[in-house]
């Protein structure tokens, strides 16, 4: 088939800015493009041509200064050659996308809680999913967010998930990583046999890292080596602050230099910081869809503690893998647990060794691939397309 993916307004393709829903187009490209050809709506970017081709794939990036601009300049390139429009995470676009393309099959994948009341009207939710074919998401919690509240959503709803690149974030034993483990942790000063704690993430109020510094607190009173590292920025692409970040980075020049902030790094320099942790820590404090940084966590055999938050619980087998908290806004249920993590070193690494081997065999990008190509041969067999 030939297939549209029209990816969200923010970001281009490939993640050059990062971007979840971006990593996730680019790493499924490759194998998708085996069976279909595929072409790209993403936004314009100086470093990027507008247009190119490679293979099976085909990259169009458009201007697009406002929502509405954008979303119209991709109505305009796209034509009935296409046998299915794939949008990303914009239920609102399916309808504006499809006016002129009344026999096109429509699909919609969602990364985030797009069906909220806030989000979009009744009268125009129930006609975005009585219009497309399928609706894939990357967690249960996402997909029940739909069809708790719209009937005609079930048997539409497919929770695909999403994987991690396997050969680039590796656990610390492979060959090639414990050499950037010992030259990351001398960089940043960390003690022989101190434990270090990885966090990555934007850093915002309801990814919750001032709760991660409360929780620290705690932590050095019994251990004082202990390094705290916050990977990432207030947004994607740039260095910006806002009052929230400066208070945070207050709070944190209390501890010294037990913790430190990276700033924005692109998604091929993170591997090194996982690489150079002993636990990752999720602290986020709204109904996350489910974090992509939990996949790459458990790929750098990481045992880790997360929020029972939104989807993010669906990956965690309680005390297996690593830890889910209710009680998520309490500083002191994240330090129990990170000193769990201390006191029982050869229980840590177990847990994070089976945290790789349950993305080894359920979230690489050949599984999310697969799931995605049996529904997109739905629609070719219901519309007798090749």
């Given at each position: 088939m ?31 493009s ?91 939710a129930?006609?975005c ?85 409360k ?25 910006a602050?806002d ?31 996982y ?17 992509r ?61 089976k ?5 080894e ?26």
């Amino acid at each position: 088939m030939k297939i549209a993916f029209v990816c969200t307004e923010k970001l281009p393709v490939p993640p050059i800015l990062s971007g979840a829903i971006q990593i996730y187009i680019t790493n499924l490209l490759p194998i998708l493009s085996k069976y279909h050809d595929i072409t790209v709506f993403s936004l314009r970017n100086d470093k990027l041509k507008d247009e190119e081709q490679n293979g099976n794939i085909t990259h169009i990036r458009v201007a697009g200064r406002t929502k509405a601009e954008y979303v119209n300049n991709i109505k305009e390139r796209l034509t009935d050659e296409f046998d299915l429009v794939h949008v990303f995470n914009r239920p609102k676009w399916i309808k504006i996308l499809s006016s002129n393309l009344p026999n096109t099959p429509f699909s919609l994948s969602l990364h985030n809680e797009m069906f909220l009341p806030k989000k979009i009207d009744a009268k125009r939710a129930k006609e975005c999913i009585d219009r497309v074919e399928f609706i894939c998401t990357v967690s249960e919690f996402i997909a029940n967010g739909v069809q708790n509240p719209y009937p005609n959503a079930r048997g539409k709803m497919n929770a695909v998930y999403s994987a991690v690149d396997l050969n680039l974030i590796k656990p610390f034993w492979s060959e090639g990583v414990l050499k950037d483990r010992i030259d990351m942790r001398k960089k940043y000063g960390v003690a022989d046999n101190a434990k270090v704690i990885i966090y990555v993430g934007r850093l915002s109020k309801k990814k919750g890292p001032d709760v991660l510094i409360k929780a620290m607190k705690s932590v050095l009173e019994d251990y004082p080596d202990t390094k705290l590292i916050f990977v990432g920025s207030k947004w994607y692409g740039n260095n910006a602050t806002d009052d929230y970040v400066k208070n945070l980075q207050a709070e944190a020049k209390e501890l010294k230099d037990n913790i430190a902030f990276t700033g924005f790094l692109t998604p091929d320099e993170i591997p090194k910081y996982y690489n150079m942790g002993d636990m990752f820590v999720c602290t986020s404090q709204w109904q996350e869809p489910l974090a992509r940084v939990h996949y790459e966590a458990m790929a750098s055999a990481l045992p880790m503690i997360t929020t029972n938050r939104g989807g993010n619980a669906e990956v965690i087998n309680q005390g297996v893998n690593g830890f889910a908290i209710d009680d998520y806004t309490n500083p002191d249920e994240f330090s129990k647990y990170i000193k769990y993590f201390i006191e029982n070193e050869e229980k840590a690494i177990e847990m994070g060794k089976k945290g790789r081997k349950f993305v080894e065999e359920h979230h690489n990008w050949n599984v999310i691939a697969n799931r995605l190509l049996r529904l997109f041969g739905g629609v070719a067999k219901k519309y007798n397309k090749k």
